[in-house]
DNA sequence: CCCTAACATTAGAATTATTCTAATCTTATT
DNA sequence: AATAAGATTAGAATAATTCTAATGTTAGGG
């Protein structure tokens, strides 16, 4: 179902591209059609692949160079995380909360952990006293 | 310093490949160089790349496409790990005892933490209790 | 010992994932 | 509505990795 027409002047803007316009990112075609594939759903874990596929599937026109830009665009902005668990290929992980991963080895599937599943009970001190900007916990899973 | 000329009938084979071969691999030329280059000095985080330099800088008559070849090979074997940390290119670790990672964002290096350093006081159960094959942390540095 | 067949290894060519940049689109301002 | 500044897009280029035909190695028979 299509939204009604939007007259010039933005009167019934959508949520959707108020939240593109609260990151700093205008809402063009291409944004908003890749951002309604990704946040429509429930958390996922995507490749550019995988969420370009969606788009041809979808009827959404655009480019596989576009999709990269748009999930770079957006993992900087907050909206998505990237994992990198496997390197023949980026993940982006719709879940941007504080959580760790199960990696299944033989299907290449994450599944999400929350991070009071994972207790971190002694770290080592950073060299330098630098900040730590984040602690990835991966399990990996023979199956 | 080259070693004494060795006589067509194996008699003085070096530790090197004995090594080689207790894992089932030829001791050819371009393995013996490459693995010299991996184990003779101390623990190292490497690419594909940074290893076929090395190469070409000792005089080592390998191609690129070789050095992958011997890399994925020594991993299966066990000599090797390999750590994925930056989808951009993968690292293997000349360190294959238990143990995690410290990655400096900004340089892009890795450094060994001692398994002993982190203690995983919680974990959460694998899904149907398939095996875990390998834990992985790593702790991001803004430096 | 040497020769040969079977298999392992190598590396040039091909492929795949990702990035670059010139052209196009948006939007703020007038 | 027109314009200029800057953001966005996507075709082309690049970089990382894999594939496969050619080459090298080795064990066993002659």
Known sequence: MSAAKTKKTVTNETALAEQLREVGLRPTQQRMALADLLFGRGNRHITAESLYNDALTAGVNVSLATVYNALHTFTAKGLL???????????????????????FEKSGRLEDIDHTSVKLARLPEAPDGLPVSRIDVVIRIDG
Chains 1, 2 share one sequence.
Do not use: P
């Open 81 to 103: 995380r990237e994992i990198t668990i496997d390197s023949t290929r980026s993940y982006f992980d719709t879940n941007v909360d504080e959580h760790h991963h199960f990696y």
